[in-house]
């Protein structure tokens, strides 16, 4: 019944992308708000329609900057609602593997609770499967698990200072930590000269829960809650079953043998705050994050360099090309002609079909497709409507999005590769809806494997897997099939200028405009532009922090596009100045070689800044970035063939060719 619940939920996220979803699980700032009234807590009387007065806790997923493995909320044994229905999915939230579920922990609003008992789990050590339970959570708190605690769809932040009378509040909180039998002091534990113990691990079993409210103006009643925050505390309590939150903090030794009794407990207190308005309620979270004045230095310095390549290209584009076009066309003779040099020679070669043609063909379909999802997507997410808030939209979208743009995929690749003069058009639409995305599959097939035998939450169900190949084949490779049809239909790309039968033997090259050494410089300016904004989108996927700069994101993928174009064009033009008419494959690798230096980056980003161990989180981490290399390499390698394609068609047209 789980499996068949997990498949729907995946084929309504792709249909719907979010536009009908639940009222709970779809969020758009400033559309959704609720209201908040106070209720007794014998009051037997009915809440007042439109206005709540329980405060649902709920709980995710925890992670670990130290292990790409997320688990669920469960999976540790902290107390759990048993019997209460989880909240729906979706892809997205599937996908980054959010399991988001109903917690014991319950409020009224504006009731303030101290030191109430949630429950008490006891552990035996003598015993096989609590062993087991226990040697799990003190691997949670070794590793730096973090909860994540949802209240009324905003995150329940930490926040403490972070010197410079600054605070950093932090969307999620460590499960406990761990003192080494040297007495050094790991992660939370520094916050607590109590913590002490060598080799012993403390619990955070306790939390000190502040929900701040504001009282919404011109209306009948009610409040809505502007933040959430918490302060976790460890206390071992002298009576379990009557808590009283003192004492010294919860400790777990490793040399303790017996029974072992964890109180879990949490205070509530409701305090007003009138700065704060629903609308801009994230903005504490954000605003901790101080990324804004490196965004625009990263900007400034990517004006510069897409400034500094349009000057280059203006000048070949208005001086060069202008005047040698001007003396081509006052030729009289095609002795004149012979006597010319550089690229002019190579005009009867210059749209000569590539080698592996059928391939570049099937590149430049899936290129395509990741283009126009990656900007449609990117568009939506600055309007809003792919916030933070909205859980999961993002990755929907983008998957929703691929899944329907197979027949601009289908189209691009049948219509190149038939100006390539392609005849098997039968295995070019075959290749072009399996080919990349099947490698793309077969990968995240093996990363699922790895998270089913680690028990991670982020594992697919198997039957959500079989809804995702339907998808594909049921949807994305007719749309692919339809595309292809009407790109062979359609009739071949006309070229300015007549092939030559015969091939012009290419002279030798110098070292700058061999083929190796121009793509290898090709890839460095663009991704020079992106590197900036790279570190924080890989904070974000690795480190688990919250991105929501969507609209620097939005400017960089402009420049993006703008430098891999001016860039490729640059070094198609010295090499058809030095007579080397093979231009196709050389403009889509030159500005798809900026995948390989993300994949240097990322590597580097892994041995310098990330945490993790195990070979599990090593072999996940890797094989999630090829698939980023891969999609980052067509998406780039489109650009600038797109472009080369242009430039040498423009350039081109405008010669007379006797």
Not at 57 to 68: A, H, I, P, W
Not at 539 to 565: A, D, E, P, R
Request: with cysteine; aromatic share 16%.
């Amino acid at each position: 019944m789980v499996e068949f619940h997990r498949v729907r939920v995946v084929f309504v996220s792709l249909f719907l992308c979010g536009l009908l979803q639940d009222a709970l699980s779809f969020y758009l700032p400033g559309l959704a708000p609720v209201s908040f009234c106070k209720k007794e807590a014998g009051d037997k009387n009915s809440e007042v329609p439109d206005c709540k007065s329980t405060i649902e806790l709920f709980v995710n997923r925890l992670d670990s900057v130290e292990s790409v493995l997320p688990y669920e909320y469960t999976a540790f044994d902290f107390c759990a609602e048993q019997h209460e229905k989880r909240p729906s999915e979706n892809l997205g939230q599937v996908l980054f593997g959010e399991r988001i579920e109903l917690s014991p922990y319950k409020f009224l609003f504006q009731n303030d609770l101290q030191c109430q008992s949630v429950c008490v789990k006891s552990y035996k050590t003598q015993d096989a499967g609590d062993k087991a339970k226990l040697d799990f959570l003190k691997k949670g708190m070794l590793l730096n698990y973090q909860h994540h605690w949802i209240v009324d769809n905003m995150p329940v932040t930490w926040c403490y200072d972070v010197g410079d009378n600054q605070k950093f509040c932090n969307p999620g909180f460590p499960i406990g930590c761990y003192v080494t039998d040297t007495g050094r002091a790991k992660d939370a534990c520094v916050v607590n000269a109590d913590f002490n113990d060598k080799d012993t691990f403390y619990i955070f079993n306790h939390v000190d829960i502040t929900i701040f409210y504001h009282n919404v103006e011109n209306e009948v009643a009610g409040a809505r809650l502007v933040a959430a925050k918490l302060e976790p505390k460890s206390f071992k309590q002298s009576n379990v079953d009557k808590p009283d939150c003192t004492g010294p903090p919860m400790s777990l030794s490793n040399k303790f043998n017996g029974e072992i009794r964890i109180p879990y407990t949490y205070s509530v207190k409701f305090l007003e705050d009138k700065t704060i308005r629903w609308a801009s309620r994230w903005d504490y979270i954000l605003e901790s994050m101080p990324h804004t004045n490196i965004q625009w230095f990263s900007i400034m310095n990517s004006l510069v360099i897409v400034l500094f390549l349009s000057g280059m290209v203006a000048m070949i584009m208005l001086r060069t090309l202008h005047k040698d076009i001007a003396r081509y066309n006052q030729m009289d003779s095609v002795e004149d002609a012979q006597e010319e040099f550089g690229r002019k020679l190579v005009h009867g070669d210059v749209f000569r079909p590539p080698r592996k043609g059928m391939l570049l063909s099937v590149f430049l379909g899936s290129g395509t497709q990741i283009f126009i999802m990656t900007f449609v997507t990117l568009f939506f997410a600055c309007l809003g409507f792919l916030s933070p808030a909205n859980r999961g939209a993002l990755m929907t979208c983008a998957v929703v999005l691929w899944v329907l743009l197979g027949t601009p995929a289908g189209y691009v690749a049948a219509r190149y590769y038939k100006s390539f003069g392609g005849e098997k058009w039968k295995t070019n639409v075959l290749l072009t809806a399996f080919l990349c995305p099947g490698v793309v599959f077969a990968d995240f097939f093996v990363m699922n494997l790895i998270l089913w035998g680690e028990g991670s939450s982020a594992a697919m169900p198997f039957g959500t897997l079989v809804a995702i190949l339907a998808l594909w084949f049921c949807i994305s490779v007719p749309l692919t099939f339809i595309g292809a049809y009407f790109g062979f239909k359609k009739s071949a790309i006309e070229h300015p200028v007549r092939t030559n039968q015969i091939p012009r033997q290419i002279p030798e090259q110098s070292f700058y405009t061999k083929p190796l050494p121009g793509i290898v410089m090709g890839g460095i300016l663009p991704f020079g532009c992106i590197f900036i904004q790279l570190f924080f989108i890989l904070n974000s996927i690795w480190s688990h922090q919250m991105y929501y700069m969507f609209g620097f994101l939005f400017l960089v993928f402009i420049i993006l596009v703008i430098t891999c174009s001016e860039a490729t064009i640059l070094l198609c033009y010295f090499h058809l100045c030095a007579e080397d008419y093979h231009w196709q494959w050389r403009s889509f690798l030159t500005s798809g070689f900026t995948a390989v230096y993300f994949l240097v980056y990322a590597i580097h980003y892994f041995f310098s800044k990330l945490q993790i161990s195990g070979l599990a989180s090593t072999i996940l981490y890797f094989g999630y970035t090829m698939i980023m290399a891969l999609i980052f390499f067509l998406f780039t390698g489109t650009i600038g063939f797109f472009a080369c394609f242009w430039f040498v068609t423009k350039i081109y047209s405008v010669v007379k060719v006797d």
